[in-house]
């Protein structure tokens, strides 16, 4: 978004690599009550765009993009290691703890990738969504937004949300170690 000329988050100083400023105290108190947390949103106003559905559907592609983007690096990083002669129990314990968290990361990021193309509000993949509807049918979708926290505990907690993204993401994990 700032590339793009929306200073918001520059100006709210959420353009730092500071956890502290990323934390929301309820996705935090989730995280140690039902094991899954979130981090506060990052403002952005499409005022500060010249074309602000553009500039909503660009931003939005930017972080599960980012994700996918983290994945293949670790996906080629994996595979170097893979690839290293192991020829004593010292690299092995060496190698063994780096390959395993390379292979998290894979996941991780998938997931992460997955799981926000979803077009759920306040998710990524409906802002991609409202990005590519036409105007009307935009401006309708986004009164689902203070809906949409709702609507994802529901679909997580019914399983649905699961159903819907695993065999996504293992297939997309499957293609970059296979």
């Known amino acids: 978004a700032w590339k793009l000329g929306d200073p918001t988050a520059k100006d709210a100083g959420r353009l730092t690599v500071n956890p502290l400023k990323h934390l929301d105290p309820f996705g935090v108190l989730a995280f140690f009550i ?8 990052v403002p952005v106003n499409p005022r500060y765009f010249k074309d ?12 599960p993009v980012a994700n996918l983007f983290l994945a293949i690096i670790s996906a ?49 993949g ?34 649905i949300i699961g159903k819907m993204i695993m065999p996504i993401i293992n297939f997309t994990v499957s293609i970059m170690v296979g």
């Open 52 to 63: 602000p559905q553009k500039g909503m559907l660009l931003t939005a592609l930017a972080g």
């Open 126 to 159: 409906s802002r991609i969504l409202m990005g590519i509807l036409p105007p009307d049918k935009a401006a309708g979708y986004a009164r689902l937004e203070p809906y949409g926290f709702i609507i994802l505990l529901v679909l997580f907690y019914m399983g």
């Open 76 to 124: 080629v990083l994996l595979k170097i290691l893979a690839a290293v002669p192991v020829s004593s129990q010292l690299m092995f314990s060496l190698l063994n703890p780096m390959f395993d968290m390379v292979a998290a990361s894979i996941w991780i990021n998938v997931m992460l990738a997955v799981f926000n193309f979803l077009p759920v509000p306040p998710l990524d």
């Open 34 to 41: 039902m094991r899954i947390g979130w981090a506060k949103p």
